[in-house]
């Protein structure tokens, strides 16, 4: 079945960038989606690109996409410590209507 | 706009009881996701709902049901409850099925079975 595997853990200095990466092994993936978890909360949509795009960016997030390798990655330029949370990839399929097929986050910690 | 509401927010149950969760769509929105959120699976899909029909079922037993109603909100029951079961209940809603929308989360429901 589908896949969707992120490191566990990122530590990085505030004011750094932030490099979060995910990948995934469905081939019919056509949505590919950032959520970030803070504590006690549920999760907010930070960012999506469609499958046939290379790159999209907003703000200070950049997402890259490489779909020959099936690799994602979520960039955070100038890092803050309110950007301390769990980051989530996710992945949709056309034909899945709107299931979703998570990661298991990665943990941003952003010292000062 | 308010957002996706659920309710409530903490449960504590023992072995064996049922359980019913509540989640508000916002305002328009028509599909409802669930979610189940726990330390060792993760966020695992558990069913959709759009216009009152199912549309997609993850892979749970059938002590997990769902059912949603003609103004979109949604409900969702597990009987006998397991241990293994306590876990974050997400919902998310969404303005139509299929295609991209975004799916915006409420805050969940914590369940914690003892």
């Known amino acids: 079945g589908e896949d969707v595997e992120q490191s566990l853990f990122l530590s990085v200095r505030e004011g750094d960038s932030s490099v979060i990466n995910c990948t995934y092994t469905d081939s019919s993936s056509t949505y590919l989606y950032w959520y970030k978890q803070e504590p006690g909360a549920g999760l907010q949509l930070l960012t999506y690109?469609?499958?046939?795009?290379d790159m999209k960016q907003d703000q200070r997030l950049t997402v890259l996409l490489n779909k020959k390798d099936k690799h994602l990655s979520l960039r955070i330029a100038d890092t803050q410590t309110g950007d301390s949370a769990i980051y989530f990839c996710a992945e949709k399929s056309d034909n899945a209507g709107n299931m979703l097929t998570f990661g298991g986050g990665t943990r941003l910690m952003v010292k000062p | 706009k308010a957002g996706v509401t659920q309710t409530p927010r903490y449960l504590i149950k023992t072995r064996g009881q049922q359980v019913t969760l509540s989640c508000s769509p916002i305002?328009?929105?028509?599909?409802v996701s669930w979610y189940q959120q726990t330390p060792g699976q993760g966020l695992q899909f558990l069913f959709e709902y759009f216009s009152e029909t199912q549309r997609n079922k993850g892979n749970f037993p059938g002590r997990f049901s769902g059912r949603q109603f003609s103004n979109s909100r949604s409900e969702m029951n597990v009987s006998t409850l397991e241990l293994g079961d306590s876990a974050l209940y997400l919902c998310?809603?969404?303005?139509?099925?299929?295609?991209?929308?975004?799916?915006?989360f409420g805050p969940g429901t914590r369940l914690t079975v003892l």
């Open positions: 998310a809603s969404s303005f139509r099925a299929g295609f991209y929308n975004e799916q915006f």
């Open positions: 305002s328009g929105h028509r599909s």
């Open positions: 690109i469609f499958s046939n795009m």
